[in-house]
């Protein structure tokens, strides 16, 4: 069986934690889940657990997308953002006429974030004699059996697509769900800047989260794909 990944972003991204900003690169070489910061079903801020981070994809083909308020983001091209038409992957933006919904983080909410962590802890001590992992199946909620350096799988085998779709579903109408003070700056560039090793980690139940900018403190949201096996 293989994956199905969204291979993601270059090392360099900034990921806001709960912890603050920390670099893919970084979180993959410590080689923990963290609690990130992320848009809820509601459309406001809250924090899941970002499980896994990880090199998801070697010598990736890597775009720079340049915004109109300087912030510049390095992704893979089928990689989705939030846009003001909703999220769309890199390859299908279209300069000067999509612009990138930005945010900035106002609060940081310490009690959700216990919360959070007290119930990952608890679900993630569901070791078997053989060393796997048991975790519910997003989809319908059965348990199933993955190794722990797999534990990012979202779903069991029967329901990867019916995950997927409701993961998309879920998103589709975000914009006009969002309660979070944000703007939209235009895209100005969109250039290919080379082949690198690219990140990914996949977030619990919402399966976005936010990149944030080094020089400006601002972010952009984006998706990655929950990852489910495929046959």
């Not at 406001?44 to 775009?63: A, F, K, N, Q």
């Not at 975790?135 to 199933?144: H, L, Q």
């Not at 700056?185 to 619990?204: A, C, L, P, Q």
Request: glycine share 6%; hydrophobic share 30%.
């Amino acid at each position: 069986m293989n994956k199905n990944v969204n291979a993601c972003c270059s090392g360099d991204m900034m990921v806001m934690t709960a912890y603050g900003a920390k670099s893919f690169r970084d979180l993959a070489n410590e080689g923990k889940d963290v609690p990130v910061y992320c848009l809820g079903d509601n459309g406001e801020y809250t924090i899941s657990m970002m499980v896994h981070p990880r090199i998801s994809g070697y010598d990736m083909e890597v775009y720079r997308v340049k915004l109109e308020n300087g912030i510049e983001i390095d992704v893979t091209p089928e990689h989705m953002l939030l846009t003001d038409s909703g999220y769309v992957e890199i390859h299908d933006f279209i300069k000067g006429e999509d612009g990138v919904f930005v945010f900035e983080l106002k609060s940081e909410d310490e009690l959700l974030c216990d919360n959070i962590l007290c119930d990952y802890n608890e679900r993630y001590k569901n070791i078997t004699k053989k060393g796997t992992l048991l975790k519910s199946c997003e989809y319908c909620g059965n348990m199933f059996e993955t190794m722990w350096d797999e534990r990012e799988v979202c779903c069991c085998e029967e329901h990867h697509f019916q995950l997927f779709n409701k993961i998309k579903e879920s998103h589709r109408d975000v914009v006009n769900k969002c309660k979070c003070n944000c703007v939209v700056s235009n895209i100005v560039s969109i250039e290919y800047i080379g082949r690198m090793d690219v990140y990914n980690g996949t977030v619990e139940q919402y399966h976005n989260y936010f990149i944030i900018d080094k020089n400006t403190n601002l972010m952009v949201n984006q998706v990655n794909c929950g990852e489910t096996y495929i046959k």
